[in-house]
């Protein structure tokens, strides 16, 4: 109220799992509808646009490819953005963005326009949304975070099924322009969504505890800690090898991934196919689609997976690549509805499980940034897909082969996820973990082991904080013991020093008085001294 709420990430605050979580979930659940399906929606419009202006498909296909373009290539200008501003103002900036772009797209006079307006600012208006959206979610949720990624990717293939019969239907009440105009306005719901998007507080007394620490410490210390600042893009996640390998094997999948959805209609209607009945294998497609997400989220989020996450990712890949290698043989419609059902259920599992594996592997802090290099290194894989099986078909005039080509680009892609992160990322935590099986460790050994960097979760830390405190504790204690074990001595023997004085003091008087009784008194009394 009153100013922008820069919201810089964990900051100490635990993800709720919950509360006003769900409310963050649901806006997020439309977003994701809005930014995957709008692109595929807008092609009802196609053959309306194709008449107007007296272009071909290929000239119209542009929309779509700029849009998708405007969303994964955006993605560092969208971190940039987020760090700077936080997620609820980008997003309802984007909202009105994606809105504006429909409407002023409604009053074109040519394609050039359409491109600029459906296709640019509208793609900028859903990449403002869709980016910020997945970050509040892994903000808002920990332990629930596998299931909240399948719930929210689940609104994909319902915004579809919704969007594409809502889009037939504005076309033929009110035509092109029509529908235009009215999507432009349904597209402010994302400014609804990203009032939802609430950034996280630190409690009340936590925020008293670091006033008081600051005070208590010196003004220097606190001007320390104010110098550094959030970068607005953080390219030290190249330093993880972890995000590395993940970068590279999503680039390979997207060059793929794609490419069944978008010839499969076709491939049905080579076949000779009705149009209503070639149409239908999308919608068999997205319902199984709908069910898939979620479900897998839930499989994710087990105890014995969740840390196995990558390997899940691979084993789904490798579904979805054999899926596309085997529908490349289907010689009729129920082999093609077969392989649509399977394709579903494979993409999605993929679609639940590729920003969690993201999460998992930067953490909260750095998926801002993260999440924005590795959408732009996809939006080049995305350009280069279909077209480039386009290309394959028009040389070869068999489906077969762009099939194979988009299985074999997926299986690939697990392969190298799966090997690089068996060979160079699991061999590393187990090295301190042998070191800690040996029961008697010296100094040197524990800070060696110490020293080493791990990838810990919130539950690791605190077992560590507790074995540290511990440790200090066996420490202090002995040491406190010998101090006064010393001091019972010393006090033993002061009190011990007084008898012996006095009784000494009685013999040398005694001898004293009695000078004349020994001739050996003086000797008597110096020994006695």
């Given at each position: ?9 964990a900051?100490?605050?635990k993800?709720?799992?919950g509360g006003?979580g769900?409310a ?28 107007e202006?007296g ?12 849009l ?5 290539g955006t993605?560092?200008?969208c971190s ?8 609820r103002?980008?997003m ?7 809105s504006?772009g ?20 509208t ?11 997945l970050?509040?979610?892994?903000r808002?949720f920990?332990e629930k ?13 319902v ?7 809502l889009?037939?239907v ?5 035509g ?27 409690p ?6 670091e006033?008081e620490?600051?005070?208590?410490e010196?003004?220097?210390e ?6 550094p ?8 996640v190249?330093?993880d ?7 590279v094997?999503a ?5 793929g991934l ?8 076709s ?7 009705e149009?209503t ?7 068999i497609l ?8 979620p479900t ?9 997976v ?7 990712f ?9 899926t596309?290698?085997i ?10 509805v077969?392989f649509?059902?399977f394709?579903?259920i ?6 639940a ?10 953490g909260?802090?750095k998926?801002s ?10 939006a080049?894989a ?8 386009g ?7 068999n489906?077969?082969?762009?099939f ?12 190298v996820?799966?090997?690089?992160n ?14 800690l099986e040996n029961?008697?460790v010296?100094?040197d050994a524990m800070t ?12 690791d ?19 406190l ?10 006090e033993t023997?002061?009190?011990?020093r007084?008898e012996?004085?006095t ?17 050996d ?7 006695c001294?």
């Open positions: 109220m009153g100013g922008v709420v820069v919201d810089e990430g900051g100490g605050v993800a709720p799992d006003w769900w963050v979930l649901a806006g997020c659940f439309v977003i994701t509808g809005f930014s995957y399906a709008f692109p595929k929606a807008v092609s009802v419009f196609f053959k309306e646009l194709i008449r202006y272009v071909g498909y290929s000239d119209t296909a542009w929309i779509s490819s700029i998708l373009a405007m969303l994964y993605g560092p200008l940039v953005l987020v760090n700077r501003f936080g997620c103002p980008v309802m900036v984007g909202g009105l963005f994606a504006l429909m409407i002023l797209g409604s009053f074109s006079t040519s394609i050039i326009h359409i491109y600029l307006t459906v296709g640019v600012i793609g900028l208006g859903l990449a403002l949304n869709f980016q910020p959206s970050i509040m979610l892994n808002y920990s975070r596998p299931l909240a990624n399948g719930l929210s990717a689940a609104g994909s293939p915004a579809l099924c919704c969007l594409s019969p889009g037939q504005l076309q033929y009440q009110y092109w322009r029509g529908g235009f105009l009215i999507l432009g306005g349904i597209l402010l719901n994302c400014c609804v969504c990203g009032a939802l998007m609430r950034p996280l507080v630190a009340k007394t936590l925020k008293a505890k006033q620490q600051e005070n208590d010196g003004t220097e606190a001007e320390k800690k104010k110098k600042k959030a970068k607005l893009l953080d390219f030290s190249f330093k090898c972890g995000f590395v390998i993940y970068t094997s680039s390979i999948m997207v060059l794609f490419v069944p959805p978008v010839f499969v209609v491939y049905a209607k080579e076949l000779g196919n149009d009945k070639s149409a239908l294998l999308l919608t997205g319902f199984i689609d709908i069910f898939a997400r897998c989220g839930v499989i994710a989020g087990l105890k014995w969740r840390p196995r996450c990558v390997y899940l691979s084993f789904a890949m490798i579904f979805n690549g054999v596309d290698l529908g490349s043989q289907a010689k009729d419609y129920v082999s093609l077969v649509c059902i394709f579903g494979s993409y999605g599992m993929v679609g499980l590729q920003f969690e594996v993201l999460m998992a592997i930067v909260t802090e998926f940034s993260a999440i924005g290099l590795v959408l732009l290194m996809e080049i995305v350009l280069v897909g279909p077209p480039g099986a290309r394959l078909l028009d040389a070869t005039k489906y077969m082969y762009v194979l080509l988009a299985g074999s680009e997926v299986v690939l892609s697990a392969v996820l799966a090997t690089c068996f060979l160079f990322i699991t061999k590393k935590p187990s090295e301190p973990a042998d070191k029961i008697t010296t100094d060696e082991v110490c020293g080493k960097p791990a990838v810990m979760n919130d539950e830390e605190k077992g560590a904080r507790e074995e540290k405190e511990k440790e200090t504790k066996n420490e202090v204690i002995p040491e013991k010998e101090e006064e074990k010393e001091e019972t001595d010393k023997v002061e009190e011990a007084p012996s004085v009784v000494d003091s009685e013999k040398v008087e005694r001898f004293l008085k009695e000078p004349q009784q020994n001739g008194t003086a000797v008597s009394s110096e020994t001294l």
